[in-house]
């Protein structure tokens, strides 16, 4: 595969890495330890066009091909702290593009526009307490009345939920079953709406992850994104951009650990040489970083397929799924290389080895790739 990136996506990726180190990195540990990051963040990064990347330019965006995204997630990852990392990709790749793509001229101004300019801060709605990746059963009603919707129910495992100042959520206008749901943009200040909890996670600590309450909740019927009672397809179509930056996230995270691991592994003496004087871990660092250069090259043609507007369900699938496992195995074994050191909170393959955990889990579990791929082979 030719090297996808020019001259001009490298010179945005310089931008990005130079703002995540500057402005990011110093304060992981901190952000964690506080369960939250300044709101700033999001105002920095929209004014250096960070969530508008590959979004409209009428509404603030720069209309830019998703190898800038790919860029913009590895980079990231250098951040050392997957908490921000989700909260930005949320802002930018999972809450804003289906907006983007099917919302009206007034939901584009009144909501995209001021989330890619970072003035206001986007959360996908999607997951509820009994309807997790069995989206087709989620229980949360919009009922019509007159020219509004009045919205009952609740979400879970929200990011940035508790801060959020709109919503793109899944609601059930219809009856029961995939056909029977749509997508709204609904602003969080409308009368009804609460903050049920904080959720106490195991990782990802410095984002923050709500469970949401709806009662008679009242929001105008023009919200609704697209055509009423067709949301199921806007958000399985939403779910492959998720997936695909959940995969470059994994990928580029592995490769932050190899390095660490790299650095510490020269400099660590033991038994009177350093630890990468032990043809064990030499070998089995090896291992990992051609596993990580195969997960890489499997996401890249993700993106490739993706970029091109083309149906890149299989290949996103694979990704999320190869790469997310692949994940585990390398955090477990870069944790095992720092011994003792790698349990202790300041180093960050300890925050990387619980943070990593949620990539097989979050944005679909590999089960459910699984159940995909098999589905897609015929079988």
């Not at 090297?3 to 402005?23: C, D, I, L, S, Y």
Request: with cysteine; proline share 3%; hydrophobic share 40%.
């Amino acid at each position: 595969m030719p090297n996808p990136f020019t001259e001009e996506h490298e010179a945005f990726r310089k931008t990005v890495r130079t703002f995540v180190e500057k402005e990011l990195t110093p304060h992981a540990l901190e952000w964690d330890r506080a369960g939250i990051f300044p709101r700033e963040v999001f105002q920095k990064c929209g004014e250096l066009g960070f969530f508008g990347i590959n979004h409209d330019p009428k509404y603030g965006g720069s209309g830019l091909d998703y190898w800038y995204v790919t860029a913009f997630a590895e980079e990231l990852t250098r951040s050392r702290n997957a908490g921000v990392n989700m909260a930005l990709l949320v802002q930018s790749q999972m809450a804003t593009p289906i907006i983007n793509e099917i919302g009206t001229d007034e939901q584009k101004r009144e909501f995209l526009a001021p989330a890619l300019a970072g003035e206001k801060i986007a959360a996908l709605g999607v997951s509820e307490p009994g309807a997790g990746s069995d989206v087709a059963n989620l229980q949360t009603t919009a009922r019509q009345d007159g020219d509004d919707y009045v919205i009952n129910g609740s979400k879970m495992w929200i990011t940035n939920g508790t801060r959020a100042d709109f919503i793109t959520l899944a609601v059930r206008t219809g009856g029961p079953g995939y056909g029977g749901i749509s997508l709204v943009t609904f602003p969080t200040d409308v009368k009804g709406f609460s903050v049920s909890k904080k959720l106490d996670k195991v990782g990802n600590l410095s984002s923050d992850t709500a469970i949401l309450f709806f009662e008679d909740c009242r929001i105008p019927r023009r919200y609704v994104l697209g055509e009423e009672n067709e949301g199921f397809y806007h958000i399985m179509t939403n779910f492959q951009g998720e997936r695909l930056v959940g995969a470059l996230s994994a990928v580029g995270g592995m490769e932050r650990m190899i390095e660490d691991a790299l650095e510490y592994g020269k400099e660590r003496q033991a038994f009177g040489r350093p630890l990468l004087g032990f043809q064990v871990w030499r070998h089995k660092l090896v291992e990992h970083m051609a596993a990580i250069e195969a997960a890489k090259r499997l996401t890249y043609h993700a993106v490739d397929v993706f970029d091109r507007k083309e149906n890149a369900v299989r290949e996103i699938s694979m990704a999320k799924l190869f790469a997310g496992d692949l994940a585990q195995k390398v955090a477990y074994d870069v944790q095992q290389f720092f011994g003792g050191m790698g349990y202790i909170e300041e180093t960050h393959i300890a925050r990387a080895w619980r943070d990593i955990r949620l990539i097989t889990i979050g944005g679909g579990t590999s089960e459910v790739m699984k159940e995909i791929l098999s589905k897609m082979s015929g079988f």
